[in-house]
Nanobody, 125 residues
């Protein structure tokens, strides 16, 4: 079982980055996926999540209107498109999978079934 996050990098404020979360070893179709981030010296927080079907999404207030989340179950991949990036978006971004059921969203930090290794996003001012 593996979740592999990728796409991080260095970008100037106002720029865009797209992250990918590729799943292997389990059937992604049954899982809601969340993107979380952890900035230096801060606790890990939820950023966005998407239901197993892709029909429901949630976003943290801090990223609403700037980030979008989508998924392609045929490719076992979930995407996080980040636009209008700010220096405060700088963090290690993680994707995580939680078995989906009615009312599961928004995903909570604890109780996720699988975690991927993070990818670093740095936004320069």
């Amino acid at each position: 079982v593996q979740l592999q996050a990728s796409g991080g990098g260095l970008v100037q404020a106002g720029g865009s980055l797209g992250l990918s979360c590729a799943a292997s070893g389990f059937t992604l179709d049954y899982y809601a996926i969340g993107w979380f981030r952890q900035a230096p010296g801060k606790e890990r927080e939820g950023v966005a999540c998407i239901s197993s079907s892709g029909g429901s999404t949630f976003f943290a207030d801090s990223v609403k209107g700037r980030f979008t989340i989508s998924r392609d179950n045929a490719k076992s991949t979930v995407y996080l498109q980040m636009n209008k990036l700010k220096p405060e978006d700088t963090a290690v971004y993680y994707c995580a999978a939680g078995y989906d059921y009615s009312g599961r969203l928004p995903l909570e930090l604890y109780g996720m079934d699988y975690w991927g290794e993070g990818t670093l996003v740095t936004v320069s001012s």
